[in-house]
Nanobody
Framework: QVQLVESGGGLVQAGGSLRLSCAASGRTDRPYTMGWFRQAPGKERVFVAAVSNGGITYYEFSVKGRFTISRDNPKNTVDLQMNSLKPEDTAVYYC??????????????????WGQGTQVTVSS
């Protein structure tokens, strides 16, 4: 079992930045791909970014160049640096973990563990 806790959400103006962090605990000794998803009101939860245990990164097209995912394996954390934020980035952001490499890690159904989510609101 792995427990995930997100932090760092908040309210920011368009063009601003936020940094989300996800702390993992429990069976963190295994190689997980870590992902970030987001869910806007009335919409499905969708992929944002992921990073494999070896540091390979994957991004959804609309955030590429604006968001950066990174992980610190000794500290069991994964961060999402979000720059040039837009109102359409407003959502609850979730951290997730799946054992192994990123085979289909764009799909929320692949993930075994989820955090409780953190709200990000971008005002225009």
């Amino acid at each position: 079992q792995v427990q995930l806790v997100e932090s760092g959400g908040g309210l920011v103006q368009a063009g601003g930045s936020l940094r989300l962090s996800c702390a993992a605990s429990g069976r963190t000794d295994r190689p997980y791909t870590m992902g970030w998803f987001r869910q806007a009101p009335g919409k499905e939860r969708v992929f944002v970014a992921a990073v494999s245990n070896g540091g390979i990164t994957y991004y959804e097209f609309s955030v590429k160049g604006r968001f950066t995912i990174s992980r610190d394996n000794p500290k069991n954390t994964v961060d999402l640096q979000m720059n040039s934020l837009k109102p359409e980035d407003t959502a609850v952001y979730y951290c997730a973990a799946v054992l192994g490499n990123c085979y289909g890690c764009y799909s929320r159904g692949r993930y075994d563990y989820w955090g409780q989510g953190t709200q990000v609101t971008v005002s225009s």
